[in-house]
C-alpha cells in the first residue's frame, strides 16, 4: 500500500533530491541539494510517496510566493510509475496547500521545444497528465528563471494554473485575484529583470484578461524568446 505524507526532515529531502529528482531533471531545471533545503527555511512544502516497506517512490514539492503556491517539483521512482504515485502525490498537494492558494502553478515543458527524452520523459504525455487534475496554460512567454547564480534561464516552457472548481474555465481567463497573484509571483522570480524578454513577459501578465488555455492548444502561446 502506498502512503503519502508531509516531510521537512533535511536528510531525507537530501536522499529524496539525490536518488530521485537529480536523475530525473534538466540540470538547468533542478536546484541544488543545498538550494532545496533553504527552501524549506522559508515555507516550501513536501509530500513523500512511500510503500509499505518504506522505499521512497516518489515526492512533490511546493513553494510559496504569496498568494500563489508553485508546484516546483512532482518526480516518480522509475520503478513506480504507472502505480498511482504520480496521480496520489497530485490529489494530496490540490487537496492540501493547493486548496487555499489563490492560484496553483506549475511550469510544464512546451512539447514543441523540449522533445521526447529516455529520462527527462514525453512532454505531451506530461501535459496530458496535468490535463486529468484541471491544467491550464496561461497565455504568457513563460521561462523558468536561472536556478543559481550563473545558470541559465529554461526556455520552452509553460505556465499552467490548476482550475479546481472549473470557474476558470468557465470565464476563459483568470479573475483580477488570480492575476494579481500570478503578477506576484512573476515579480519575485524576475526581481529586477529588464531585457526584452522579462518585458514581454511582464507586460503579457499586465493585460486586463489573461487568458487560460486547455492545455492542447498551447501552440497558441507565444514562445519566450521570439
Known amino acids: 500500500m502506498i502512503s503519502f505524507e508531509p516531510c521537512s526532515d533535511a536528510p531525507v529531502l537530501r536522499a529524496v533530491h539525490r536518488s530521485l529528482m537529480a536523475p530525473s531533471f ?30 521512497m517512490l516518489g515526492a512533490a514539492i511546493i513553494e510559496h510566493y504569496g498568494g500563489a503556491v508553485l508546484l516546483e517539483y512532482l518526480v516518480t521512482a522509475p520503478e513506480a510509475r504507472g502505480q498511482g504515485v504520480g496521480s496520489g502525490l497530485m490529489s494530496a498537494v490540490l487537496s492540501g496547500c493547493g486548496a487555499s492558494a489563490t492560484v496553483l502553478l506549475a511550469e510544464f515543458d512546451r512539447p514543441d521545444v523540449q522533445p521526447v527524452h529516455p529520462v527527462h520523459g514525453d512532454p505531451t504525455a506530461r501535459l496530458r497528465f496535468y490535463a486529468r487534475f484541471g491544467a491550464l496554460a496561461l497565455d504568457l512567454p513563460y521561462f523558468q528563471p536561472p536556478v543559481a547564480a550563473g545558470a541559465d534561464r529554461e ?71 521570439l
Open 26 to 55: 534538466r540540470p538547468g531545471e533542478l536546484v541544488s541539494e543545498d538550494d532545496l533545503i533553504t527552501q524549506f527555511d522559508h515555507g516550501a512544502q513536501a509530500v513523500l510517496a512511500h510503500d509499505q516497506d518504506g522505499p
Open 155 to 225: 526556455h520552452g516552457m509553460l505556465l499552467a494554473v490548476f482550475d479546481q472548481d472549473g470557474a476558470i474555465s468557465d470565464r476563459g481567463a483568470l479573475d483580477a485575484r488570480q492575476q494579481s497573484a500570478v503578477r506576484h509571483y512573476l515579480d519575485e522570480i524576475l526581481e529586477s529583470a529588464d531585457d526584452p524578454d522579462a518585458r514581454r513577459l511582464r507586460a503579457a501578465a499586465a493585460r486586463d484578461r489573461l487568458r487560460a488555455l486547455e492545455l492542447d492548444r498551447y501552440p497558441e502561446i507565444a514562445r519566450s524568446p
